[in-house]
């Protein structure tokens, strides 16, 4: 789950966050070929216009609304053959389907009513027949909780283990809400205070001295201004003093900038969703005026097996479309298998509760039986016969569990040869395993 500094800006002199990064350095981490969604719509030369209520909306002008569009529906043209669309250009579709039998009332801004928000990453079928397929296999009341915070003045803060979702739900409810997904921080222990607040052009400050030609806005000021959801990535991950800048955004609902006199004030509509874990090293807490600014909600592994293989064959299918991969179908039994290993270790018991295992240092996530399970389709249509096999998916299921050469790999083997070993139907997973671990 993937820098971000402030927006992009046009010289090619220009920089961000004190001169660290290059004016094309992208505004989200979606990567500079994504500049006219996340940074170009924010260039110099656009004045503050009084809002609703007498709000400062920010950071454009009316004369330029018609080029923005148009902007972004030559983006999303592109996005058609991109290698992972965004949520809201994939599931276009379904997100059409649901505004169109929506007669629910909607929070100011948003592009569906907190129903159908909530059906369209749960899932379901419309009155028209049209199948909204889950984005989120866990418990209804998670997402209900979540999409409720953010219809209230509150931000919400997905807290989880790693591979739990976090990013994937934050997207989600990104595209549903706003219909727009890519006003993103992603944070990390450099991103700086410019990547939250805003940053300057410093040819246009060189030039003409501070002035908003020479304001660069980060992601949040444009949601703060557009009334959409901006998302921080790894929130936990960004120094301390940094978060710390969140702390007017979220509770005043401004952006002051002291340098020109005045203020970039929120518009209804706009919220904040960030995704932190503490389980990885280098986590900084949150202080607690920052965290009582936030509603948590913790995503939690998945519930059983059955939901498990479920979540990792809808996500591998999706992943494989896309690549011209096998159909999750011929590959199901391997898909239970890895899923089967991943739990038993990852909660120290086997699936009977008969036996006790050792648990290694990963965390065996959903994401990561993903990704070994992807890398084994990959292996079956590039090297094999199109079916996923028990060789297909060894040498992902070890790399994810012998992470620590010394430790992980005694408890890997003492896993093979008290638990798979014996397993009844699983010999040709016990030989593969063995190969690639010999």
């Given at each position: 789950?993937?820098?971000?500094?402030?927006?992009?800006?046009?010289?090619?002199?220009?920089?961000?966050?004190?001169?660290?990064?290059?004016?094309?350095?992208?505004?989200?981490?979606?990567?500079?070929?994504?500049?006219?969604?996340?940074?170009?719509?924010?260039?110099?030369?656009?004045?503050?216009?009084?809002?609703?209520?007498?709000?400062?909306?920010?950071?454009?002008?009316?004369?330029?609304?018609?080029?923005?569009?148009?902007?972004?529906?030559?983006?999303?043209?592109?996005?058609?053959?991109?290698?992972?669309?965004?949520?809201?250009?994939?599931?276009?579709?379904?997100?059409?389907?649901?505004?169109?039998?929506?007669?629910?009332?909607?929070?100011?801004?948003?592009?569906?009513?907190?129903?159908?928000?909530?059906?369209?990453?749960?899932?379901?079928?419309?009155?028209?027949?049209?199948?909204?397929?889950?984005?989120?296999?866990?418990?209804?009341?998670?997402?209900?909780?979540?999409?409720?915070?953010?219809?209230?003045?509150?931000?919400?803060?997905?807290?989880?283990?790693?591979?739990?979702?976090?990013?994937?739900?934050?997207?989600?409810?990104?595209?549903?809400?706003?219909?727009?997904?890519?006003?993103?921080?992603?944070?990390?222990?450099?991103?700086?205070?410019?990547?939250?607040?805003?940053?300057?052009?410093?040819?246009?400050?060189?030039?003409?001295?501070?002035?908003?030609?020479?304001?660069?806005?980060?992601?949040?000021?444009?949601?703060?201004?557009?009334?959409?959801?901006?998302?921080?990535?790894?929130?936990t991950r960004i120094p301390a003093d940094v978060q710390d800048s969140l702390i007017?955004?979220?509770?005043?609902?401004?952006?002051?900038?002291?340098?020109?006199?005045?203020?970039?004030?929120?518009?209804?509509?706009?919220?904040?969703?960030?995704?932190?874990?503490?389980?990885?090293?280098?986590?900084?807490?949150?202080?607690?005026?920052?965290?009582?600014?936030?509603?948590?909600?913790?995503?939690?592994?998945?519930?059983?097996?059955?939901?498990?293989?479920?979540?990792?064959?809808?996500?591998?299918?999706?992943?494989?479309?896309?690549?011209?991969?096998?159909?999750?179908?011929?590959?199901?039994?391997?898909?239970?298998?890895?899923?089967?290993?991943?739990?038993?270790?990852?909660?120290?018991?086997?699936?009977?509760?008969?036996?006790?295992?050792?648990?290694?240092?990963?965390?065996?996530?959903?994401?990561?039986?993903?990704?070994?399970?992807?890398?084994?389709?990959?292996?079956?249509?590039?090297?094999?016969?199109?079916?996923?096999?028990?060789?297909?998916?060894?040498?992902?299921?070890?790399?994810?569990?012998?992470?620590?050469?010394?430790?992980?790999?005694?408890?890997?083997?003492?896993?093979?040869?008290?638990?798979?070993?014996?397993?009844?139907?699983?010999?040709?997973?016990?030989?593969?395993?063995?190969?690639?671990?010999?």
């Amino acid at each position: 789950m993937s820098a971000a500094t402030a927006a992009s800006v046009t010289p090619a002199t220009a920089r961000t966050g004190g001169g660290a990064a290059p004016a094309d350095a992208p505004g989200s981490a979606r990567g500079a070929e994504k500049g006219a969604r996340t940074g170009a719509h924010a260039e110099p030369g656009a004045d503050l216009a009084p809002g609703p209520a007498g709000h400062r909306t920010g950071d454009r002008t009316g004369d330029r609304t018609g080029d923005q569009t148009a902007d972004r529906t030559a983006d999303r043209t592109a996005d058609r053959t991109a290698l992972r669309p965004h949520a809201e250009d994939a599931f276009a579709d379904e997100l059409a389907a649901l505004a169109a039998a929506d007669d629910r009332p909607r929070p100011a801004r948003w592009k569906l009513s907190p129903w159908a928000v909530a059906t369209y990453l749960l899932g379901g079928t419309l009155p028209d027949g049209t199948v909204v397929t889950p984005k989120y296999v866990g418990p209804r009341r998670v997402v209900e909780v979540a999409v409720t915070t953010l219809a209230t003045d509150r931000a919400l803060l997905l807290l989880g283990v790693p591979g739990t979702a976090k990013t994937w739900v934050s997207e989600h409810l990104a595209a549903a809400i706003s219909g727009d997904s890519t006003l993103l921080v992603q944070g990390t222990a450099g991103t700086p205070e410019e990547a939250i607040r805003y940053g300057w052009n410093y040819a246009q400050l060189l030039t003409h001295g501070p002035s908003r030609d020479a304001l660069v806005h980060s992601p949040l000021m444009r949601a703060m201004a557009e009334g959409r959801i901006a998302r921080i990535e790894e929130l936990t991950r960004i120094p301390a003093d940094v978060q710390d800048s969140l702390i007017t955004i979220l509770s005043e609902k401004t952006l002051p900038i002291p340098e020109l006199g005045t203020e970039t004030q929120a518009v209804r509509g706009f919220n904040v969703i960030a995704t932190a874990n503490d389980r990885d090293r280098g986590v900084n807490d949150l202080s607690s005026a920052l965290r009582r600014r936030f509603n948590t909600v913790v995503l939690p592994l998945p519930a059983t097996a059955e939901e498990e293989v479920d979540i990792v064959s809808r996500r591998v299918d999706q992943i494989g479309r896309g690549l011209d991969l096998p159909a999750v179908p011929a590959g199901a039994d391997e898909i239970r298998r890895v899923v089967t290993v991943f739990r038993e270790l990852r909660g120290g018991v086997t699936e009977d509760g008969r036996t006790k295992v050792k648990t290694p240092s990963g965390t065996l996530s959903t994401a990561e039986a993903i990704s070994v399970v992807t890398n084994g389709l990959a292996l079956a249509a590039h090297f094999g016969d199109g079916v996923l096999r028990a060789g297909d998916v060894a040498a992902g299921v070890l790399s994810a569990v012998v992470r620590d050469p010394a430790a992980d790999r005694l408890v890997w083997q003492e896993y093979l040869e008290t638990v798979v070993r014996e397993r009844d139907g699983w010999k040709d997973f016990y030989r593969a395993c063995r190969e690639v671990s010999a």
